[in-house]
Structure formats: structure tokens, C-alpha cells
């Protein structure tokens, strides 16, 4: 008999397994909202011509090898991930104040993150917002911080619920870290105003918490890379410390090819120093060192201004075609007359919207109209087209009716 004879079948993920279940479903009509991967009009995956520039670019560069990498990555792709972040003209980086890592996307990036406090921190608690993404209770708890939540969403007005997240940050022992998303929260598409930003910032920082960004959705909240990147410069502004997580997977859809940074913004630059030499012990026994092609590819991309304006191009016309699908949606289900209030979809930022229906609603518009997306009802506007929304529209008037 095997020696693994009695181990359980685990569970399929929470989200990659909407895919699972959607693959496994016949019928011609089928359409996966569950992942949260950009799709065209025609309902296919994306390849940014800037990418494949960029790639062009590296194949016919016959100096290129594939040598191992530095255990924290790419040099040239570090600086510019952490300018891209944190502006051209960041007083951070001018005074060398910040310590960057290439890891492996933004799941990889908090993981080395959460494995950096774990080790080095006094206080190990993280406070991640309630609902988050599904990955980040896991990540932090396998990295051996405890996690605790702090209120985030109002499911009576669909928005946020600041009251709440004001008191719970406020009630945080000293020292404990604090995850936010920089924009477009995942999965509620609700994210505080400048305002509220610079009101969490002033008890963030009176509290002595440790902020922690995950930045997974850069340029393509807004279509501006600047504009989603304010939160986090208002906290660097202060002289502050934070932790950043960025992905390139969404912004440059380089989802498989593992492409992100962990940014260690510090006092001073012989902190930073020492804690870069701490982020190598880290890194080192876990994969050694990051892979070289997605991150080049990034680098040609941010390094070179023409390719770097042709991106800005064509992620803003990633983020135009979303909101341009919550509009559709919105009037698709106005038109057909459908209770309640669906203003929430227009107003919600980013890839997804936090829909409100409840998982027998899901359940419903799986099994009746072979729509899949995750049981909480979060949908992936990026995977809707002008074809497919009455559709969409047609199931969520049949659930909620
Ligand atoms: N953080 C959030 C909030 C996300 O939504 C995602 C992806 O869905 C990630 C992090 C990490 O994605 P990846 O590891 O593919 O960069």
C-alpha cells in the first residue's frame, strides 16, 4: 500500500477552481467570470504588443544568456519597479532608502514579504481587510504571521465601511502590520477616496502600524499609472516605513511569466542596506534566485520611453474596456428592469465587481445559464464582452426574480 494511502482529497482553490469546474461544462453558451485574467472583445487572453516587442527585442540580442540571476533579481528591473511605484522623482529612492527584490509576481512578492517579518519583526500580526483576497489569509499564515481582519466592506451600502475600518486599525496593538490593497480592492472594487487615504495614513502612522501594499492592479484601476499609485506615494511622502508588493501580471499581462517586486521602503539607507541583506537569506533557501525573462522583458518595456508610452496606450485601453462593461452591464440590466440597486457597478474600480449575490444566486446562474464565477459573487468584468453582458444580465435578473 502506498505510504500516502490516507491522505485526504483536498479542496480545489476558491478561485482557480471556478476555471476547473468551467472546463469541465459542455455547453456552448459557458462563461468563466471566475479568474481574474483580462480577456479581448472576442473572449481571448491578451498578449500586449509592447510584450511582444519587448520579447522580439531579447530573442534577437545575441549577448543575452541565461545565466542565473542575482538572488534578488534583476538590478536594471528593480530600480525601475520602484520608480514605477514610487515616482520619477521619489526622495526615497534618490536618498537609497529603499531596499527592492524580484519575485515571483505579487503572490511571491508578499510571500517573501511575510517570510522578512516573520523573521525580523517584533510584532507579527497582520490586520488584512474583511473580505480580501482569498490568497492572503494563507500566505501570511504559512509564513507564520498571525492574522486578524479589520472591517473594510459594507455589504447594506456596497461601499466602504470607514467607520469601521477606523476603529478597528485604531484599536490595533502598536506595531502591527496592516495589509492594504494600493487600488482596486480585490474583491469589493471599493477603495477609500484621497480623502479617507490620507485619514487612514494619519492613524496608520500616529498608531505606529506597518502598512504592507499589495499592488496588483497598477494603471489598471484608473488606465493611469500614476493616479493608482497615490496611496502608496502618500505614505512614502510622510518619511515613512511600508512594505510594497507589485505584480506585473494584470498591467502588462505577463500573469505566467511570475514577473513582480517586493519594495522595502526604510528610514535610511543603511537600513535599507542591511535589510536587503536579509531579504538574500531569505530568498536564497526558498528558489534561489528569480527567473531572467519575464523581468527583462519588463525592464525593456520601462526602460525604453517609446515602448513605455505604447504600454500606457494599451493598459489604459484595458482599463477603458472594463469600465466601458460595467456600463454595459449596468444599462443591460436597467433595461430589463431588474430590482434593486446595480449602481454599484459602475462605481466599483477595477477588474471585478463584488455583484451582491449570494452563493445560492451563484449557484443558480451556474446550473441554469453556465456563468462561473466565485461563490461570493465577485465577477471579472474583464471577462465579459458586448456579447456576452445580456447574458450575463439575462442570469442575474433570472436569480434575483
Ligand atoms: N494580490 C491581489 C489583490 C490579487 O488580486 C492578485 C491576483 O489576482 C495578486 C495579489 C497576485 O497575483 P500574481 O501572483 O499573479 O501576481
Given at each position: 500500500d502506498s505510504v500516502f494511502a490516507a491522505i485526504a482529497q483536498a479542496p480545489e482553490d476558491p478561485i482557480l477552481g471556478v476555471t476547473v469546474a468551467y472546463n469541465k461544462d459542455s455547453s456552448p453558451?459557458?462563461?468563466?467570470?471566475?479568474?481574474?485574467?483580462?480577456?479581448?472583445?472576442?473572449?481571448?487572453?491578451?498578449?500586449?504588443?509592447?510584450?511582444?516587442k519587448a520579447e522580439q527585442l531579447l530573442v534577437n540580442d545575441l549577448s543575452r544568456v541565461k545565466e542565473y540571476l542575482p538572488i534578488i533579481g534583476l538590478a536594471e528591473f528593480n530600480k525601475l519597479t520602484a520608480k514605477l511605484i514610487l515616482g520619477d522623482d521619489s526622495p526615497a529612492i534618490q536618498e537609497s532608502r529603499v531596499a527592492t527584490a524580484q519575485c515571483l509576481s505579487g503572490t511571491g512578492?508578499?510571500?517573501?514579504?511575510?517570510?522578512f517579518l516573520a523573521k525580523h519583526y517584533h510584532q507579527r500580526?497582520?490586520?488584512?481587510?474583511?473580505?480580501?483576497?482569498?490568497?492572503?489569509?494563507?500566505?501570511?499564515?504559512?509564513?507564520?504571521?498571525?492574522?486578524?481582519?479589520?472591517?473594510?466592506?459594507?455589504?447594506?451600502?456596497?461601499?466602504?465601511?470607514?467607520?469601521g475600518l477606523l476603529e478597528d486599525l485604531g484599536a490595533a496593538p502598536a506595531g502591527s502590520i496592516v495589509l492594504l490593497h494600493a487600488c482596486a480592492h480585490n474583491p469589493t472594487g471599493v477603495d477609500p477616496t484621497v480623502e479617507q487615504w490620507e485619514q487612514i495614513r494619519q492613524l496608520i502612522r500616529s498608531k505606529g502600524l506597518l502598512p504592507f501594499f499589495d499592488s496588483a492592479y497598477q494603471g489598471f484601476?484608473?488606465?493611469?499609472?500614476?493616479?493608482?499609485a497615490q496611496s502608496v506615494r502618500m505614505f512614502v511622502a510622510d518619511g515613512g516605513e511600508c512594505f510594497i508588493a507589485q505584480s506585473y501580471a494584470k498591467n502588462m499581462g505577463l500573469y505566467?511569466?511570475?514577473?513582480?517586486?517586493?519594495?522595502?521602503?526604510?528610514k535610511a539607507a543603511d537600513v535599507a542596506s542591511r535589510v536587503e541583506s536579509q531579504l538574500k537569506l531569505v530568498i536564497r533557501p526558498m528558489y534561489s534566485n528569480p527567473p531572467i525573462h519575464g523581468a527583462s522583458i519588463a525592464a525593456t518595456i520601462l526602460k525604453n520611453s517609446d515602448m513605455y508610452n505604447e504600454w500606457k496606450i494599451e493598459l489604459k485601453a484595458m482599463a477603458d474596456r472594463i469600465i466601458s462593461m460595467r456600463k454595459q452591464l449596468f444599462d443591460a440590466l436597467r433595461a430589463r428592469g431588474t430590482p434593486g440597486d446595480w449602481s454599484h457597478i459602475i462605481k466599483q474600480i477595477g477588474m471585478f465587481t463584488f455583484t451582491g449575490l449570494n452563493s445560492d444566486q451563484v449557484?443558480?446562474?451556474t446550473k441554469k445559464y453556465h456563468i462561473y464565477m466565485t461563490s461570493?459573487?465577485?465577477?471579472?468584468?474583464?471577462?465579459?464582452?458586448?456579447?456576452?453582458?445580456?447574458?450575463?444580465?439575462?442570469?442575474?435578473?433570472?436569480?434575483v426574480t
Amino acid at each position: 500500500d502506498s505510504v500516502f494511502a490516507a491522505i485526504a482529497q483536498a479542496p480545489e482553490d476558491p478561485i482557480l477552481g471556478v476555471t476547473v469546474a468551467y472546463n469541465k461544462d459542455s455547453s456552448p453558451i459557458k462563461l468563466n467570470l471566475g479568474v481574474g485574467a483580462y480577456r479581448t472583445e472576442e473572449g481571448k487572453p491578451l498578449v500586449l504588443n509592447v510584450v511582444r516587442k519587448a520579447e522580439q527585442l531579447l530573442v534577437n540580442d545575441l549577448s543575452r544568456v541565461k545565466e542565473y540571476l542575482p538572488i534578488i533579481g534583476l538590478a536594471e528591473f528593480n530600480k525601475l519597479t520602484a520608480k514605477l511605484i514610487l515616482g520619477d522623482d521619489s526622495p526615497a529612492i534618490q536618498e537609497s532608502r529603499v531596499a527592492t527584490a524580484q519575485c515571483l509576481s505579487g503572490t511571491g512578492s508578499l510571500r517573501v514579504g511575510a517570510e522578512f517579518l516573520a523573521k525580523h519583526y517584533h510584532q507579527r500580526t497582520i490586520y488584512i481587510p474583511q473580505p480580501t483576497w482569498g490568497n492572503h489569509l494563507k500566505v501570511f499564515t504559512m509564513a507564520g504571521l498571525s492574522v486578524k481582519t479589520y472591517r473594510y466592506y459594507e455589504p447594506t451600502t456596497r461601499g466602504l465601511h470607514f467607520q469601521g475600518l477606523l476603529e478597528d486599525l485604531g484599536a490595533a496593538p502598536a506595531g502591527s502590520i496592516v495589509l492594504l490593497h494600493a487600488c482596486a480592492h480585490n474583491p469589493t472594487g471599493v477603495d477609500p477616496t484621497v480623502e479617507q487615504w490620507e485619514q487612514i495614513r494619519q492613524l496608520i502612522r500616529s498608531k505606529g502600524l506597518l502598512p504592507f501594499f499589495d499592488s496588483a492592479y497598477q494603471g489598471f484601476a484608473s488606465g493611469s499609472l500614476d493616479a493608482d499609485a497615490q496611496s502608496v506615494r502618500m505614505f512614502v511622502a510622510d518619511g515613512g516605513e511600508c512594505f510594497i508588493a507589485q505584480s506585473y501580471a494584470k498591467n502588462m499581462g505577463l500573469y505566467g511569466e511570475r514577473v513582480g517586486a517586493l519594495s522595502i521602503v526604510c528610514k535610511a539607507a543603511d537600513v535599507a542596506s542591511r535589510v536587503e541583506s536579509q531579504l538574500k537569506l531569505v530568498i536564497r533557501p526558498m528558489y534561489s534566485n528569480p527567473p531572467i525573462h519575464g523581468a527583462s522583458i519588463a525592464a525593456t518595456i520601462l526602460k525604453n520611453s517609446d515602448m513605455y508610452n505604447e504600454w500606457k496606450i494599451e493598459l489604459k485601453a484595458m482599463a477603458d474596456r472594463i469600465i466601458s462593461m460595467r456600463k454595459q452591464l449596468f444599462d443591460a440590466l436597467r433595461a430589463r428592469g431588474t430590482p434593486g440597486d446595480w449602481s454599484h457597478i459602475i462605481k466599483q474600480i477595477g477588474m471585478f465587481t463584488f455583484t451582491g449575490l449570494n452563493s445560492d444566486q451563484v449557484a443558480f446562474m451556474t446550473k441554469k445559464y453556465h456563468i462561473y464565477m466565485t461563490s461570493d459573487g465577485r465577477i471579472s468584468m474583464a471577462g465579459l464582452s458586448s456579447k456576452t453582458a445580456p447574458h450575463l444580465a439575462d442570469a442575474i435578473h433570472a436569480a434575483v426574480t
